[in-house]
């Protein structure tokens, strides 16, 4: 599901696997302990300064997540959104900096996923990011989504592009308009920029209970939108084809 490695004072998380690292539970989960060492290895230390680079193999770095999974029914619908809150809501508290090293597509949560990161590098070669709501006809309801786009990119016309338009967005063109940080030529160059930039940001020797509470300052409104709770009102407004729901409609 996901590997673990630390190189000096960076953490490199890898989500492991040629398939598409949809965000299922197992999946999450795995990702979860992964941030939980993270996390708790850098508090029992806190004198020394860490960073997080997030990345993937094969041709995806997520597809979003697993609704094919969660389509039987409202429960499992439920639990799978809640889990994925609860991950972004663990990338977006870690205290240190975090990069994430988009090695491939990046499709509607697997984009919230690398913003949910304080950088975004992504490779030339390979991928884009796809919101594709208006394509699968469902509308994302949780608003942590909206509030984390809204945070994190800051025209709204690139907003409509991404959402409006469901436009597949390659490296070069989402430096443009402003989405990510920096593109390269390969996936080796992209996770060696991510390495190189958290090597520096290392050095700053920042504390990383601070460096948290300051993330928090910059984007209040996306840690309390990740407080909100699904519930069956937000599922059915969200129009994806829940069995036990559209046999009641």
Known sequence: MCTLEKRGSVYILTLTGNDEHRLNPSRIDSISAALHRVRSESTATPSTCTALITTGEGMFF????????????????????????????????LPMPTI???????????????????????????????INYNDIGIV???????????????????WRDLIMSAQKIPATMA?????????????EETVAAAIELGEQLVMRKWKGHVYAENRKLLFPEVLQALSVVETDESVKNSLV?????????
């Open 62 to 93: 997520s597809n979003g997540g697993d609704i094919p999974w969660a389509q039987s029914n409202k429960q499992k619908f439920l639990f799978l959104m809640s889990k994925i809150r609860a991950l972004f809501t663990d990338f977006m508290s």
């Open 100 to 130: 994430a090293a988009v090695n491939g597509h990046a499709t509607c949560a697997g984009v919230i996923l690398a913003l949910c990161h304080d950088y975004v590098f992504m490779r030339k070669d390979r991928g884009y990011l796809y």
């Open 140 to 158: 994302p309801t949780s608003p942590y989504i909206r509030a984390t786009i809204r945070a994190k990119i800051s025209s709204p016309a690139v």
């Open 175 to 187: 430096v443009e308009k402003g989405i990510i940080d920096a593109a390269y030529d390969t996936v």
């Open 241 to 249: 084809p829940i069995k036990d729901l559209t046999s009641r409609l």
